[in-house]
C-alpha cells in the first residue's frame, strides 16, 4: 500500500482545514490519522474501517474532526473545523491491510503496516 497525505497548511484558530490521504497499490481495509507535534510521540486521531464505514476518534478531537472515505477514489479524508493551536503538527495517514473485528477499530501505531509522509498542519493564534 502506498499512501499519500495532502493538504495541510497554515490555518488561524477556529479556522477549518481538509486533509487528504490518497491510496495506491494493495487496497487496505482500515486508514488512520496520526499526528505528531515537535518534541512529542506521534499519537492516534482517527480511524475508519472502509468496508463498513466504522469510525473512532481521539477524545481531543471529537466533535472538530470528521473522517470519512471515497472508496472510488481511494481517498480518505479528515475534515477539521474549530481548529486549535494544540492541533499544530505533522499529520500521517496510514493503512491495515488486516479487516479487523466487529468491536475494533485500529488505534495504535502497531495496528498499521503501511505509513505515507506527513502532511504539517499549523494553526495560528
Known amino acids: 500500500v502506498q499512501l499519500q497525505a495532502s493538504g495541510g497548511g497554515l490555518v488561524q484558530t477556529g479556522g477549518s482545514l481538509r486533509l487528504s490521504c490518497a491510496e495506491s497499490g494493495r487496497s487496505s481495509y482500515v486508514i488512520g490519522w496520526f499526528r505528531q507535534a515537535p518534541g512529542k510521540e506521534r499519537e492516534f486521531v482517527a480511524s475508519?474501517?472502509?468496508?463498513?464505514?466504522?469510525?473512532v476518534y481521539a477524545d481531543s478531537v471529537k466533535g472538530r474532526f470528521t473522517i470519512s472515505r471515497d472508496n472510488v477514489q481511494n481517498t480518505v479524508y479528515l475534515q477539521m473545523i474549530d481548529v486549535k493551536p494544540e492541533d499544530t503538527a505533522v499529520y500521517f495517514c496510514?493503512?491495515?491491510?488486516?479487516?479487523?473485528?466487529?468491536?475494533?477499530?485500529?488505534?495504535?501505531?502497531?495496528?498499521?503496516?503501511?505509513w505515507g509522509r506527513g502532511t504539517q498542519v499549523t494553526v495560528s493564534s
Open positions: 496510514a493503512a491495515s491491510t488486516y479487516k479487523w473485528g466487529t468491536d475494533y477499530n485500529p488505534r495504535t501505531i502497531s495496528d498499521f503496516g503501511s
Open positions: 475508519i474501517r472502509k468496508y463498513d464505514g466504522r469510525m
